[in-house]
């Protein structure tokens, strides 16, 4: 596993990340102590044109039994923080995050295209 998975998001987001629009290509990364842009090495499958997945492992998971990647407390802690990015920039300080939650499961390694686990 690549360092830049094991940081959590908040330590990620004292940085910029850089998303390629046209949902392929490299994620890149500044953070202060940087002189250009780093790119974080994708290390999991599912890389190209993906948008179905999370809905798909959800009914998968639903269907099996276990917990779902996609869970509440996952969208309440990613909305609180794509709310931080606002509240900080009109507060012109740091703005520290109300919400935490559980790390999920990543999708095991050698999935095949189309391939998700129960």
């Not at 994620?27 to 798909?56: H, K, M």
């Amino acid at each position: 596993m690549v360092q830049a998975q094991r940081e959590t998001v908040e330590e990620i987001a004292k940085g910029i990340i850089y998303f390629s629009f046209r949902i392929r290509g490299p994620v890149r990364i500044f953070r202060p102590d940087y002189t250009d842009w780093q790119e974080v090495p994708l290390a999991f499958g599912y890389t190209e044109n993906s948008r179905s997945i999370g809905a798909t492992d959800m009914a998968l998971a639903l269907k099996s039994g276990r917990p779902h990647r996609a869970n509440g407390d996952l969208a309440n802690h990613v909305l609180d923080i794509m709310l931080a990015f606002d509240k900080s920039s009109a507060m012109h300080a740091e703005y520290k995050l109300t919400t935490t939650c559980e790390r999920p499961a990543p999708l095991p390694m050698g999935l095949e295209p189309g391939e998700l686990p129960l």
